[in-house]
């Protein structure tokens, strides 16, 4: 069975700033996809970035990236330049490869900018 | 918009009322799922469907019955709703291959009184 960890349940940065949201997981398998979805108080799940296990580089869209650590199964999200948009719920989340590929979530790390 | 539609986006049920839930996708996705959300929980996943005419249950699965009706439509019946039910319910597709991602629809908030 898959799992995902966030230990973070609640986190806050100041506008412009830079923050990581942690995230570990566990799997045996060797197929999977990371994840990171963004869940703003409109409730609507926003996909902000995505890693493939089999890659080594590290993910980036704009001013989002992770570090992707596969040995340690680590896959933090650093958001950089922190806008109030960024105000949001976010949630890592696994899938892996072959079968019915369910998702997998964390329970959530709530960030807050702060102007 | 091409994407995927929960109906209705709010209902509040009595305890013992039924109801079905409406998931309609236009992608051609072969896989959809209903995830409930709590606070605290994260999503986790009641039911889910990898190609029409087959269904399987997910981690939540009680009190729950689905149909997937056809490639396009998956619904979730509730047939005795119970205050443990109240919760945000989501519904998402997916394509072909795991990096095609998941489509999340915008949400049903289910209260049962």
């Known amino acids: 069975a898959q799992t995902v960890t966030q230990s973070q349940p609640e986190m806050s940065v100041q506008e412009a700033e830079t923050v990581t949201l942690s995230c570990t997981y566990d799997?045996?398998?060797?197929?999977?996809?990371l994840f990171w979805y963004k869940q703003p108080p409109s409730r609507q799940m926003i996909l902000v970035i995505r890693q493939e296990a089999y890659k080594q580089q590290n993910a980036t869209e704009n001013r989002f990236s992770v570090n992707f650590q596969k040995a340690a199964k680590s896959f933090s999200l650093k958001i950089s330049d922190s806008q109030l948009g960024d105000t949001a719920m976010y949630f890592c989340?696994?899938?892996?490869?072959?079968?019915?590929?369910?998702?997998?979530f964390g329970k959530g790390t709530k960030l807050t900018v702060n102007p | 918009n091409a994407g995927v539609t929960q109906t209705p986006k709010f209902q509040v049920l009595k305890t013992g009322q039924s109801m079905t839930l409406q998931c309609a996708q236009d992608?051609?996705?072969?896989?959809m799922y209903w995830y409930r959300q709590d606070p605290g929980m994260g999503l986790r996943l009641i039911y889910y469907?990898?190609?029409?005419?087959?269904?399987d249950k997910g981690e939540v699965p009680n009190g729950y019955n689905v149909s997937r009706l056809n490639k396009r439509e998956f619904s979730l019946r509730l047939e005795s709703a119970a205050p443990s039910q109240t919760s945000v319910y989501f519904c998402?597709?997916?394509?072909?291959?795991?990096?095609?991602?998941?489509?999340f629809g915008s949400g049903t908030r289910l209260t049962v009184v």
């Open positions: 799997t045996s398998e060797n197929n999977y996809y």
């Open positions: 992608m051609n996705h072969n896989s």
């Open positions: 469907s990898a190609s029409e005419g087959t269904t």
């Open positions: 989340s696994l899938v892996t490869q072959g079968g019915s590929e369910k998702l997998v």
């Open positions: 998402a597709s997916r394509g072909q291959g795991a990096n095609y991602g998941y489509t």
